[in-house]
């Protein structure tokens, strides 16, 4: 099954819901990074939040 792409992060959380909620279930400080990324679909949305938990 082909994933959707969306323009940006706030296309994606808007249109999606599997995205708003994980979106919205990430902390604070895991949302302001995701934010600051080039987000287009769900995969990317965990891989960026999984990258910066790691790192952080």
């Given at each position: 099954?082909?994933?959707s792409?969306h323009l940006?992060?706030?296309?994606?959380i808007?249109?999606d819901l599997?995205s708003?909620?994980y979106f919205?279930?990430?902390?604070?400080?895991?949302?302001?990074q995701?934010e600051?990324?080039?987000?287009?679909?769900?995969?990317?949305?965990?891989?960026?939040?999984?990258?910066?938990?790691r790192?952080?």
């Amino acid at each position: 099954m082909s994933e959707s792409v969306h323009l940006c992060l706030s296309d994606l959380i808007d249109q999606d819901l599997t995205s708003y909620e994980y979106f919205h279930s990430l902390p604070a400080d895991v949302r302001q990074q995701v934010e600051e990324s080039d987000v287009r679909t769900f995969s990317e949305l965990q891989a960026c939040a999984e990258e910066y938990r790691r790192n952080r």
